[in-house]
């Protein structure tokens, strides 16, 4: 089992930033890539980004250039840096880890972009 805690949302304006933070615990070993996808309102999840065992990223394209992903490891600690934010980014925030067989989630940390 993998339990993921977000926190880091909040309200900010538009053109602000924020750092979002995912605390991993358990059997983190096993997971292959985390990630970070939102869901805004009557709106389907949607991939944000996500970094591999090995590094590699991978970016939606409505963030691109924006949002970095990145991970601590002696932290156990997935971060999302989110630069040029715009109201359209609004949405809960979910952390995720992915294993061979299984993926976990957090509870979401909401995000709220306001013009």
């Known amino acids: 089992q993998v339990q993921l805690v977000e926190s880091g949302g909040g309200l900010v304006q538009a053109g602000g930033s924020l750092r979002l933070s995912c605390a991993a615990s358990?059997?983190?070993?096993?997971?292959?890539?985390w990630g970070w996808y939102r869901q805004a309102p009557g709106k389907q999840r949607e991939l944000v980004a996500t970094?591999?065992?090995?590094?590699?990223?991978n970016y939606g394209d409505s963030v691109k250039g924006r949002f970095t992903i990145s991970r601590d490891n002696a932290k156990n600690t997935v971060y999302l840096q989110m630069i040029s934010l715009k109201p359209e980014d609004t949405a809960v925030y979910y952390c995720?880890?992915?294993?061979?067989?299984?993926?976990?989630w957090g509870q979401g940390t909401q995000v709220t972009v306001s013009s």
């Open positions: 358990g059997n983190i070993f096993s997971i292959r890539a």
């Open positions: 995720n880890g992915l294993q061979l067989t299984a993926a976990y």
């Open positions: 970094i591999t065992s090995g590094g590699s990223t």
